[in-house]
């Protein structure tokens, strides 16, 4: 049964940085394009940063040059660095995965197969 486990999320100051970790099993995570999204109390949930099985990445307009994304197909981890981080990233991050969407489709359409449970990030002095 493919399963998403998310987990590196907490209370972090403005202008800190935090690390999120996916932690994939039961699918075959290097074919599956993996993607982080977001969901702020009253927003609707938007895809952050998404990477292809070969690596080809996309980052919301938002994001860019502060968070990176990237994943080790060996531990089957998809990992999310934030930096420099303000209190509008405040939100859940949620990990998803997907067989056919390239990195652009599914961080736009947010059309998964499935997702994790979320991780709570909190960005308050």
């Known amino acids: 049964q493919p399963r998403l486990v998310e987990s590196g999320g907490g209370l972090v100051q403005p202008g800190g940085s935090l690390t999120l970790s996916c932690a994939a099993s039961g699918f075959a995570f290097d074919e599956y394009t993996i993607g982080w999204f977001r969901q702020a109390p009253g927003k609707g949930r938007e895809g952050v940063a998404c990477?292809?099985?070969?690596?080809?990445?996309n980052y919301e307009d938002s994001v860019l040059d502060r968070f990176f994304i990237g994943r080790d197909n060996t531990k089957n981890t998809v990992y999310l660095y934030l930096n420099t981080v303000k209190p509008d990233d405040t939100a859940v991050y949620y990990c998803a995965a997907d067989a056919l969407q390239t990195a652009h489709s599914m961080c736009t359409t947010a059309q998964v197969d499935f997702w994790g449970q979320g991780t709570q990030v909190t960005v308050s002095s």
């Open positions: 990477i292809s099985g070969r690596g080809a990445t």
